[in-house]
């Protein structure tokens, strides 16, 4: 009888010890369900909270992108500020009487400022350009192979050929080199080798029939004794227009227009392509700014026995301020734009 008791006590504690394990075991597992419950409530809470914040963002980014897309779509618009014209127009009255022609132009914003447009002056080697046009432009129409290699005979030289007279008579050059020389420091020699095997007509033909130009080259005398600063302005446009091709043949213009011969047109830390010509009293300086925002800009002088780069500098650089305060007025124009 007492061992019954027994059995039936331990039955008794260990059923007690099974409940209270189930007990404990339903505790844990609640406290599990409910902090997952929990944890995921606050998750979403806070998902929610963060598209709500992340909702103005992208309405601020669509309105920057748009805001970013009007300023650049103004930026491409021409611009003139109010004072524009009377500033340019008291700039050339200042230089009347000083035997200049000068033109300048801002490609981007469309105008053009000039004095004395039509005025003669002896070119120099300004004109050189209309031979580079004339090469650039046939070699692009696969008309002329401007890594073709051109004899240097005798009857080629020239005074004024600091690079030719590096050379031997005989020896074969590329046209891109003679470019490259008669560009950089105004080669004589390097140009009349071009001169001697296209000839000075063909270039006149062309010019006048592809752009409407008159030019009185001659096989001896490539130049233009009546060269007017507007003729300068028209010359740079033409180059300016066949440089922005991204090819090898600009890159090289580009690298020979970028030097410090007898560059006028440079100040401070700014750099000009340039082409420089002179001849007695003679001294000419034309050029680009080769910029997101560029300009041409012709200098005709009668500067050759003075101080023509300081005198031409100076120029340009009044030129320049004005310019770039109408830049700084359309940049504040078209950044409010809403």
Do not use: W
């Not at 998750?43 to 650049?72: C, H, I, L, M, S």
């Not at 560009?183 to 020699?189: F, G, K, L």
Request: hydrophobic share 30%.
């Amino acid at each position: 009888m007492a061992k019954k008791k027994k059995r039936r006590l331990r039955k008794s504690v260990r059923r007690a010890i099974y409940v209270m394990i189930a007990i404990i075991f339903a505790i844990i597992s609640f406290n599990v369900v409910k902090n997952a419950l929990f944890s995921h409530a606050e998750e979403k809470q806070e998902q929610k909270e963060t598209k709500k914040e992340e909702q103005p963002v992208e309405t601020n980014n669509k309105e920057d992108e748009e805001k970013g897309t009007k300023y650049k779509e103004c930026m491409q618009q021409p611009y003139k500020m109010e004072t524009l014209d009377q500033e340019f127009n008291d700039l050339m009255e200042s230089y009347e009487g000083k035997s200049l022609g000068l033109f300048f132009t801002d490609v981007n914003n469309n105008y053009s400022y000039n004095l004395n447009p039509y005025v003669g002056y002896y070119s120099g080697c300004v004109t050189k350009i209309f031979g580079t046009i004339y090469l650039l432009e046939k070699a692009r129409a696969g008309e002329i192979d401007l890594n073709q290699k051109l004899q240097y005979l005798p009857q080629d030289k020239r005074p004024f050929s600091d690079l030719m007279d590096q050379h031997n008579f005989y020896e074969e050059l590329p046209i891109t080199t003679l470019i490259s020389y008669y560009m950089e420091v105004s080669d004589n020699t390097a140009f009349f080798i071009i001169i001697r095997e296209f000839g000075a007509q063909a270039i006149n033909d062309y010019m006048l029939e592809k752009h409407g130009i008159t030019l009185h080259f001659t096989n001896d005398h490539p130049f233009e004794a009546y060269y007017t600063a507007e003729l300068g302005n028209e010359s740079l446009k033409i180059l300016y227009e066949d440089l922005k091709v991204d090819d090898e043949y600009s890159a090289i213009v580009k690298k020979a227009m970028d030097n410090d011969s007898e560059n006028g047109l440079n100040f401070d830390n700014l750099r000009f392509l340039h082409k420089y010509g002179e001849y007695d009293i003679y001294h000419n300086d034309i050029g680009i700014y080769d910029s997101d925002n560029p300009y041409l800009v012709t200098i005709l002088t009668h500067y050759a026995y003075d101080d023509y780069i300081g005198k031409i500098s100076s120029i340009n650089k009044s030129f320049y301020e004005i310019y770039q305060k109408n830049l700084e007025e359309k940049e504040k124009y078209c950044r409010g734009i809403n």
